[in-house]
């Protein structure tokens, strides 16, 4: 599903960005937690993984328009992709390093699309057309990347 390597890329300054949890605040008084970034370890860059741009971009302009009562909010809660990348950082230690933290994450992303496909059949074996949008959403979060990297 994946083909690039999703762990790291390399920066312009020619250094090597590794993929990594990030806080962001917004607007100086909102955390965002669990976004996931590549950083680079030279000159300290960082940008959001392709696969959840667009996700976070629709998160920030609804905070724009309605601040939450709330100030604090994890980006894995609203989108799979991060929820997917939490689970495995917190599933505990990776001695093989990057590596095998790119398989970990593959064999759960795979794991979670499939997870979600089954709960889409039940969903639709009730016709229950909000879950089955809710559950379609969810996977577009999980695929979008392979669909930016056909443009
Ligand atoms: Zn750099």
């Not at 990594?20 to 100086?28: K, R």
């Not at 976070?56 to 309605?66: H, K, M, N, V």
């Not at 979600?116 to 969903?123: E, F, G, I, Q, S």
């Amino acid at each position: 599903m994946y083909k690039d390597n999703l762990m790291e890329k390399s920066c312009n300054c020619g250094g090597v960005m590794t993929i990594h949890m990030h806080t962001l605040i917004y607007s100086s008084k909102i955390k965002i937690t669990h976004v996931p970034v590549y950083s680079c370890g030279e000159c300290g860059r960082y940008e959001p993984l392709p696969v959840i741009k667009r996700d976070l971009g629709l998160l920030i302009s609804e905070l724009g328009e309605q601040p939450p009562g709330r100030l604090h909010l994890s980006f894995a809660d609203r989108n799979e992709w991060a929820s997917v990348l939490k689970d495995t950082l917190a599933a505990g230690t990776y001695a093989g390093g990057l590596p095998e933290l790119e398989e970990l994450v593959r064999k759960a992303l795979q794991g979670r699309v499939d997870l979600l496909l089954d709960v889409y059949r039940t969903a639709a074996s009730v016709s229950d057309q909000k879950w089955m949008e809710d559950t379609e959403v969810r996977l577009s979060q999980l695929t979008a990347h392979s669909a930016n990297s056909a443009k």
